[in-house]
């Protein structure tokens, strides 16, 4: 298991391309299925998640091709409803093949996800929203079997605005018969996204990037040719790193609308970011100043970027608190901060985040994606060296973060 070594501490400077986004790429790998015959996707990130998908499709029989950040999928051949527990269980996002396969070929058997890290991550409304539209679901020996003639639209309102059951949602009803209405959806780009796609496959959806989401049902939808939207989170994770590290980075390529809420708490614990266009300059202050910031859906704080920001917090001026109202068990990068020296505690869903005036390297370990980058944003900001183990968890989610660093003028390297 490969494992990175962190000498600290740095300032980053430098300008770096953002990449395309993880969470939008692998919905619309999933809504291929809708389709019979090749799509195409620009942007795509070389990421173990991209990765996974690939091999998921292919198992599902479709022949998958991934160079120069495009990947072409062509289903014309698929005949495999299954995604098993081997795949599920490394990528939750697994789930999203469920929905398009009873859509298209009226029949799935996905595997539960099971539990993730930081909590129970249910999936009981993405399976609410298929039966809604009319979808039979039986749970197996750990799988869901799905079957279903012709899906029906229906009205189907979310208790809790959810990213993966709106997407599921929007991809089983585009091919359903009738209406289907959608309400308290999520409206993160990244669900906006999978809609504007199938739209232009031919689906016909309204009220995209509202809550409140129209799908009347096409007989089909067409093979797409569809370039992702910048990694918000990704974006967001290296201007918090410059923060953290004092340094000045150029975000190049990124979509800055996405990122008003980030932006604002980075600003207001002393950051200074400059817009322009695509590119966003990030400085870092002197001094950090505590804050208070709480996770919303979009288009508040992401809950994908508290991590970080405790991170960035570990060294400010004062008391800060960070909270998550999504995941409230999501702080398992807690425990590996303190050990680098970090003073947080936790109460409930709230981080009460006490600025020491500096952090030192230590072993820790990465548990989660976004906990993990968290982790490589202390270590470059605490004296000495830190040992972080598990980066597989890193590679889901940021592409080669170990080469980009560096040529910011990190010290970070992977050892294999
Ligand atoms: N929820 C339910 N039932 C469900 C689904 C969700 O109760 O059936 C609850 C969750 O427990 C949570 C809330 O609804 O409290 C929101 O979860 P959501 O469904 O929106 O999350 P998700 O679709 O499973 C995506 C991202 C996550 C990101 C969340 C929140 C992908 C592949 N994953 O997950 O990204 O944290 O939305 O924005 O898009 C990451 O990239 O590191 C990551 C974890």
Same mark, same amino acid.
């Given at each position: 298991m490969d494992k990175f070594m962190?000498?600290?501490?740095?300032?980053?400077?430098?300008?770096?391309?953002?990449? =395309?986004?993880?969470?939008?790429?692998l919905p619309i790998m999933a809504a291929s299925l809708l389709t019979r015959g090749k799509s195409t996707i620009d942007n795509v990130p070389n990421l173990r998640?991209?990765?996974?998908?690939?091999?998921?499709?292919? #198992?599902?029989?479709?022949?998958?091709?991934?160079?120069?950040?495009?990947?072409?999928?062509?289903?014309?051949?698929?005949?495999?409803?299954?995604?098993?527990?081997?795949?599920?269980?490394? #990528?939750r996002a697994s789930i999203y093949v469920l929905g398009p396969l009873v859509a298209a070929y009226g029949r799935a058997r996905v595997s539960l996800p099971g539990g993730c890290a930081w909590g129970p991550r249910p999936i009981d409304l993405h399976l609410h929203a298929l039966e809604k539209? =009319?979808?039979?679901?039986?749970?197996?020996? =750990?799988?869901?079997?799905?079957?279903?003639?012709?899906?029906?639209?229906?009205?189907?309102? %979310?208790?809790?605005?959810?990213? =993966?059951?709106?997407?599921?949602?929007? #991809?089983?009803a585009v091919l359903a018969r009738g209406v289907t209405t959608l309400k308290n959806s999520a409206v993160e780009p990244e669900v906006t996204e999978l809609a504007r796609c199938l739209i232009e496959a031919g689906a016909n959806i309204e009220g995209v990037g509202t809550s409140v989401i129209r799908i009347e049902g096409v007989d089909r939808v067409?093979? %797409?040719?569809?370039?992702?939207?910048?990694?918000?989170?990704?974006?967001?994770? %290296?201007?918090?790193a410059a923060l953290a590290t004092g340094g000045e980075i150029e975000l190049a390529g990124c979509d800055p609308a996405h990122m008003d809420a980030v932006f604002e708490a980075l600003r207001a614990c002393g950051g200074v970011i400059e817009v322009s266009g695509d590119?966003?300059?990030v400085s870092g202050p002197e001094k950090l100043e505590a804050l208070h910031v709480v996770t919303h859906e979009y288009p508040g704080f992401p809950t994908d970027m508290q991590a970080q920001m405790i991170a960035v917090l570990a060294r400010a001026r004062g008391t800060s608190t960070v909270t998550d109202t999504i995941y409230p068990d999501r702080f398992t990068h807690v425990p590996e901060l303190r050990r680098l020296g970090a003073s947080i505690r936790l109460d409930g869903n709230i981080a009460v985040v006490k600025g020491v005036n500096r952090l030192g390297g230590a072993p820790v370990m990465a548990t989660d994606i976004r906990a993990s980058s968290a982790l490589i944003i202390a270590a470059m900001a605490a004296e000495g060296t830190t040992e972080i183990s598990r980066v597989y968890h890193i590679d889901r989610g940021y592409e080669r973060i170990e080469e980009r660093l560096r040529r910011l003028g990190a010290e970070i390297e992977r050892i294999s």
């Open positions: 962190v000498k600290g501490p740095c300032r980053l400077s430098g300008r770096i391309e953002i990449n =395309g986004a993880k969470n939008a790429v998640d991209v990765k996974t998908m690939n091999e998921l499709l292919r #198992m599902l029989g479709a022949e998958v091709m991934f160079e120069n950040r495009s990947l072409t999928i062509d289903t014309r051949n698929i005949k495999n409803y299954e995604a098993p527990y081997d795949l599920v269980r490394t #990528m539209l =009319g979808a039979r679901l039986k749970l197996e020996e =750990g799988y869901i079997h799905a079957s279903a003639d012709k899906l029906k639209g229906a009205e189907i309102v %979310f208790s809790t605005s959810s990213v =993966g059951a709106t997407a599921q949602a929007i #991809m089983a067409e093979p %797409f040719h569809h370039r992702v939207i910048p990694d918000r989170i990704e974006a967001g994770t %290296f201007a918090a590119t966003v300059r």
